[in-house]
Nanobody, 122 residues
Framework: QVQLVESGGGLVQPGGSLRLSCAAT????????MGWYRQAPGKQRQFVAT???????NYADSVKGRFTISRDNAKNTVYLQMNSLKPDDAAVYYC????????????????WGQGTQVTVSS
């Protein structure tokens, strides 16, 4: 069984920072892209950032220059450093990973974390 376990959400004032973490656990053969998405109340889930296993990154325009995605391949963990947070950044943040399981490495499966709440308010 493969799971993504997120941590690091919380309440922060506008202009503040938070760091999210997401660890992939279980019977993992390999991990391709990892990323973060977010969903605000009444809105669709939207892309935030992704990172390949080689370290190439891609960001939504709304977070460029403020958020940084990184990963530790040895720990199967992806991070999202969020700086200069705005009220519009408030949402449930979901981790995503494309994973090949050890028991069936022929297919690349899509996994999601349970979500972590980020609230930006004074």
């Amino acid at each position: 069984q493969v799971q993504l376990v997120e941590s690091g959400g919380g309440l922060v004032q506008p202009g503040g920072s938070l760091r999210l973490s997401c660890a992939a656990t279980g019977s993992i053969f390999s991990i391709n892209d990892m990323g973060w998405y977010r969903q605000a109340p009444g809105k669709q889930r939207q892309f935030v950032a992704t990172i390949t296993n080689g370290g190439s990154t891609n960001y939504a325009d709304s977070v460029k220059g403020r958020f940084t995605i990184s990963r530790d391949n040895a720990k199967n963990t992806v991070y999202l450093q969020m700086n200069s947070l705005k009220p519009d950044d408030a949402a449930v943040y979901y981790c995503n990973a494309k994973i090949r399981r050890r028991d069936w490495p022929l297919t690349l499966d899509d996994y999601w974390g349970q979500g972590t709440q980020v609230t930006v308010s004074s």
